[in-house]
T-cell receptor
């Protein structure tokens, strides 16, 4: 299996622009998680889905953030409008029992 | 106070040293304990997984859980430069795919050749 696949790997965007991060989970995994990692705050859970249904989005920082999982093989995390403080690494992870992470999307908002 | 506390380091040791990495936690309901290794510019990968108290060994790695003290450790024997990474502890209340993990902030380890 190819593992969790995230795109883009790197994104530099201007403040105010919309950012869409994409994730393909491991086939057969029924839970998907979006995390954000910064030096200051470490690894933070933003939202997770179970069987494509959002279960807990209490970690989403504000209404500028939204996530969708239209089917079992695809999820998006959208930030609109983006701000410099959103600069971070965003990880997608999927799970059947143990949690497997993608390689992350490195976002810089200038 | 954070639910999971981990010394961020950095920790630098010579090759061949025994490394001890530790986390403390405040919620006694945590039952499942994990260690993740994260290489630079990569995602975390699961290294060790233990349930409740006790020890678990896997090659050069030993995970130890002391629930009475709310303290978990990861020991690395005969450390190698390839062990240089950030190590994150994680824990959860339950097992299964939908469980949420609470992560420590990570300890950055460098093993010098």
């Amino acid at each position: 299996d190819a593992g969790v696949i995230q795109s883009p790997r790197h994104e530099v965007t201007e403040m105010g622009q919309e950012v869409t991060l994409r994730c393909k989970p491991i086939s057969g995994h029924n839970s998907l998680f979006w995390y954000r990692q910064t030096m200051m705050r470490g690894l933070e859970l933003l939202i997770y889905f179970n069987n494509n249904v959002p279960i807990d989005d209490s970690g989403m920082p504000e209404d500028r953030f939204s996530a969708k999982m239209p089917n079992a093989s695809f999820s998006t995390l959208k930030i609109q409008p983006s701000e410099p403080r959103d600069s971070a690494v965003y990880f997608c992870a999927s799970s059947l029992d143990s949690l497997y992470f993608g390689e992350g999307s490195w976002l810089t908002v200038v | 106070q954070k639910e999971v506390e981990q010394d961020p380091g950095p920790l630098s040791v010579p090759e061949g040293a025994i490394v001890s990495l530790n986390c403390t936690y405040s919620n006694s309901a945590f039952q499942y304990f994990m260690w993740y290794r994260q290489y630079s510019r990569k995602g975390p990968e699961l290294l060790m997984y233990t349930y409740s108290s006790g020890n678990k060994e896997d090659g050069r790695f030993t995970a130890q859980v002391d629930k009475s003290s709310k303290y978990i450790s990861l020991f690395i024997r005969d450390s190698q430069p390839s062990d240089s990474a950030t190590y994150l502890c994680a824990m959860s209340f339950s097992s299964g795919s939908a469980r949420q993990l609470t992560f420590g902030s990570g300890t950055q380890l460098t093993v010098l050749p």
